[in-house]
């Protein structure tokens, strides 16, 4: 999750293939955070370093369509 706030870009293997990790992805990229899977299963997440505002993170918990955790 820190990832999706720093700046840069980040880069994850062996990423659990849970609920629970899909629904923070999820999370991540609702609140403006680019997230890419790459061909070998890793993930990268370029963090939003600071963009994203209180009414986002708001908006992204109240939506009941959005799975976030």
């Known amino acids: 999750m ?3 706030f720093a700046e840069g870009t980040s880069r994850f293997t062996n ?3 849970g609920a629970d ?3 923070t992805l999820a ?3 609702a609140l403006g955070a680019k997230v890419n ?3 070998d ?5 370029t963090g939003v370093a600071g963009r994203v505002t209180p009414a986002a993170i708001r908006s992204t918990a109240a939506t009941p ?3 976030c955790a």
């Open 2 to 4: 820190l990832a999706a």
């Open 15 to 17: 990423f659990s293939t």
């Open 21 to 23: 990790c899909a629904s």
């Open 27 to 29: 999370c991540m990229t």
């Open 37 to 39: 899977k790459l061909a």
């Open 41 to 45: 299963g890793a993930f990268e997440v």
């Open 65 to 67: 369509a959005r799975p």
